[in-house]
């Protein structure tokens, strides 16, 4: 049994990253840390788990940490963790600079620790299928990725997000948009992208080979305008994503599987660990640079 220190308690904490560890027979919710006290215990006692006061007496206290929070405290939450030896299981993006992911990575290669990062999509059972097969087919030549959210809608569970309304939809959900593209299109290396109203961000790459994506985001859409649309185009014709046939809860669920199986084999090669996660926040970081320079960047 692997216990798990939850550090988080908003939606997605409460109601993707709690219920699946609750429920998972191979792993075991043992406490919860969160910056708000109140909102940690609420959570802590729903489970049924202590609440503690210190981030490193939680670290203490468990095998693995999965994260939920802004993607500047997961970060040092995670360095803390790997350098004590904790497994990691942490949101995406893995960090908001280059550097400091740099920092994840170099800590949990020094300490040996299975890491995850949780690109909700890339474990739902038929994206993953559909992903691997396309990449195997090879000959495509570009991809387009439209992602339109409507997050700010007084409903939605987002609606107050901080970081959310502060780094927007590049940060958000261009993570989710190029962990689909990339295991098909290949490494990044040349970045273009610009802005758009009701915080639009379009974004133009070149992969190794030369295929290119366009990719087009907002959490700020109309309602009516939402959309989630993955296509590949190429030698075999025009290849479109399906949407994820089950709940987050679920892939979080197989996210605890896979990490598990890293852990139980010594292996820590998982096609999302950090390093995956590094790759990500290295074309965000240079998307953010061409936007206010208004210029390709190039990557190393």
């Known amino acids: 049994m692997l216990r798990f220190g939850l550090f988080g308690t908003g939606h997605w904490a409460a109601e993707t990253h709690a219920a699946a560890l609750s429920a998972h027979p191979r792993a075991e919710l043992a406490g919860v840390w969160g910056r708000n006290a109140e909102k940690a215990a609420a959570l802590a006692r729903r489970h049924g788990v202590p609440t503690y006061d210190e981030v490193d007496a939680l670290i203490d206290a468990v095998d693995a940490v999965a994260v939920a929070l802004p993607p500047d405290v997961q970060a040092e939450i995670a360095v803390r963790a790997a350098t004590a030896g904790r497994h990691l299981l942490l949101d995406k993006p893995l960090a908001l600079d280059r550097a400091v992911a740099d920092r994840v990575v170099a800590a949990a290669e020094q300490s040996g620790v299975a890491s995850i990062v949780f690109f909700t999509q890339r474990f739902h059972p038929n994206v993953v299928g ?12 570009h991809a387009r990725a439209t992602l339109f959210s409507s997050i ?21 959900i261009g993570p989710h948009a190029l962990s689909q593209v990339l295991p098909v299109l290949g490494r990044v290396t040349r970045v273009t992208a610009t802005d758009g109203p009701r915080g639009l961000v379009h ?24 959309t989630r649309d993955v296509v590949f185009f190429g030698e075999n014709g ?5 949407p994820g046939d089950g709940s987050p809860v679920a892939a979080f669920g197989i996210a605890v599987d896979q ?4 852990i139980d084999a010594g292996t820590r090669d998982h096609h999302c660990d950090v390093r995956f996660g590094r790759e990500v926040v290295a074309v965000l970081a240079a998307a953010e640079e061409s936007r206010a320079t208004l210029r390709t960047i190039v990557l190393s």
């Open 130 to 141: 559909f992903l691997g097969a396309t990449a195997a087919a090879g000959g495509w030549h």
């Open 152 to 172: 700010f809608e007084p409903e939605t569970p987002y609606a107050d997000s901080a970081w959310r309304r502060e780094h927007g939809a590049l940060w958000d």
């Open 203 to 226: 974004l133009l790459l070149t992969h190794d080979g030369g295929a290119t994506s366009a990719m087009s985001l907002t959490l700020d859409a109309p309602p009516e305008a939402v």
């Open 238 to 242: 025009v290849a479109v994503l399906p």
């Open 259 to 262: 990490l598990v199986e890293e």
